[in-house]
């Protein structure tokens, strides 16, 4: 049974950081895509960031370019998601997502593995 496992969430100011796990379980990843996706209060899951394996090439949202850099653990079944001068507008809620397709893609539906969530909250 595949399972995602997400940490790191919390209350910060404008401006700090948060640096975001997953722990993932149950198969293999080292070749599959995996993602943070998040998710506002009253808004769709958007994409936020993505990469195949560690060191391979990472895809971000334009909301966060620059900010937010996607990595993962040697043994790849880690992903993490280090997230700098943080925005009020980047509150939400964060998934870690897994795919068995080795194309990386911003579409929730290309995912079939989710974590349960962890809120990052960001005060003005």
């Known amino acids: 049974q595949v399972q995602l496992v997400e940490s790191g969430g919390g209350l910060v100011q404008a401006g700090g950081s948060l640096r975001l796990s997953c722990a993932a379980s149950?198969?293999?990843?080292?070749?599959?895509?995996m993602g943070w996706f998040r998710q506002a209060p009253g808004k769709e899951r958007e994409f936020v960031a993505g990469m195949i394996s560690r060191g391979g090439l990472a895809t971000y949202a334009d909301s966060v370019k620059g900010r937010f850099t996607i990595s993962r653990g040697n043994a790849q079944n880690t992903v993490y998601l280090q997230m700098n001068s943080l925005k009020p507008e980047d509150t939400a809620v964060y998934y870690c997502?897994?795919?068995?397709?080795?194309?990386?893609?911003?579409?929730?539906?290309?995912?079939?593995?989710w974590g349960q969530g962890t809120q990052v909250t960001v005060s003005s």
């Open positions: 149950g198969r293999t990843f080292s070749n599959s895509a």
């Open positions: 997502a897994a795919s068995q397709s080795r194309i990386l893609t911003m579409r929730t539906r290309d995912y079939d593995s």
